[in-house]
Antibody
Framework: QVQLVESGGGLVKPGGSLRLSCAAS????????MSWIRQAPGKGLEWVSY????????YYADSVKGRFTISRDNAKNSLYLQMNSLRAEDTAVYYC?????????????WGQGTLVTVSS | QSALTQPASVSGSPGQSITISCTGT?????????VSWYQQHPGKAPKLMIY???NRPSGVPDRFSGSKSGNTASLTISGLQAEDEADYYC???????????FGTGTKVTVL
């Protein structure tokens, strides 16, 4: 069965860095676009970044552009999000999600999320 | 990119039907049949319930149905059950971005 397991969250000071990882299993990871979605405490969902199956196409939300870097290692079935210059407003649960291969902008499987807290 | 507009809360009694609206523009909901709905229980990850306006993934009960009229999509839950109490988010493809856009979210309460 499809599994996505995030790790790497934690408490970090403003201006600090964190690297999130997402380990995928149960499907051919290299065939799928992958995304990072975040949810601030008590708030809605925000599409943070996505990466194409080969890694050649990448998108960032304006709120993280220039600070976050998405990447993937298809040999390791893993997705990453390098987060630099973190701000208080980046505090959120970060989910990795798989984009459906058969339709557009549809996230058919999600991980359980990892909490990132930016605070001094 | 502005979020799609959903009512903050909707409630109903067990067995009743409720409908959640999701209003966008002709650049997103109204222009494409790529509306999805997600269910999120407290402390859990979102789960895909509807895709392409009205299609249900395998395993989603047929009590859940989707539709669209103009710039507004709707999720209807028929025969409301206690386990349906959750937050629901719509999303849509948008010509304004390379990703989709989410709705503001609706809390469904089963009375």
């Amino acid at each position: 069965q499809v599994q996505l397991v995030e790790s790497g969250g934690g408490l970090v000071k403003p201006g600090g860095s964190l690297r999130l990882s997402c380990a995928a299993s149960g499907f051919t990871f290299s065939d799928y676009y992958m995304s990072w979605i975040r949810q601030a405490p008590g708030k809605g969902l925000e599409w943070v970044s996505y990466i194409s199956s080969s890694g050649s196409t990448i998108y960032y939300a304006d709120s993280v552009k220039g600070r976050f870097t998405i990447s993937r290692d298809n040999a390791k079935n893993s997705l990453y999000l390098q987060m630099n210059s973190l701000r208080a407003e980046d505090t959120a649960v970060y989910y990795c999600a798989r984009e459906s291969m058969t339709t557009v902008t549809t996230l058919d499987y999600w991980g359980q999320g990892t909490l990132v807290t930016v605070s001094s | 990119q502005s979020a799609l507009t959903q009512p903050a809360s909707v409630s109903g009694s067990p067995g009743q039907s409720i409908t959640i609206s999701c209003t966008g523009t002709s650049s997103d909901v109204g222009g494409y049949n790529y509306v999805s709905w997600y269910q999120q229980h407290p402390g859990k990850a979102p789960k895909l319930m509807i895709y392409e306006v009205s299609n249900r993934p395998s395993g989603v009960p047929d009590r859940f149905s989707g539709s669209k009229s103009g710039n507004t999509a709707s999720l209807t839950i028929s025969g409301l059950q206690a386990e349906d109490e959750a937050d629901y988010y719509c999303s849509s493809y948008t010509s304004s971005s390379t990703t989709g856009v989410f709705g503001t979210g609706t809390k469904v309460t089963v009375l």
